[in-house]
């Protein structure tokens, strides 16, 4: 009877003394390499007139304007259902002085008076804002 040839067994890995295993294959030695410094992309512009640099479509003078008219159409409307449900009149008393105006008339009276309180003190402390940069950006030229 013919004996087949059996392969031998392969070798035992080698095992350090810490008796973790050892590649047989050295390692590649790592070159790193430095890429040149290259300037980054502008940023992409798209082709088309009226976009931003993200491609959507860019506001103008024009829909600020439309947009303005219609919130002063739906502020309007809701002025007149204001007026509308509180005509009635009631009496009025301020410093001495006593009358007998409509509800409506007095409350709007009063909100546009407390929106100027507001408004003058705020657009002059803007102004005196915008007064020192002008004073700081022209020291830093």
Known sequence: MPSEAVPPPPPPPSTTPEGAQSNPVPPEPRVETTQPATEPEPARTPTGAGLDSRGRVRPTRISGLWIGLITAAIFGILLIVFIAQNSRSVPLHFFGWRGQFSLALT?????AIGLLLVAIPGTIRILQLRSALRK??????
């Not at 409350?107 to 909100?111: E, T, Y």
């Not at 700081?136 to 030229?141: E, H, I, P, V």
């Open 136 to 141: 700081n950006a022209a020291n830093r030229l």
């Open 107 to 111: 409350i709007l009276v009063s909100a």
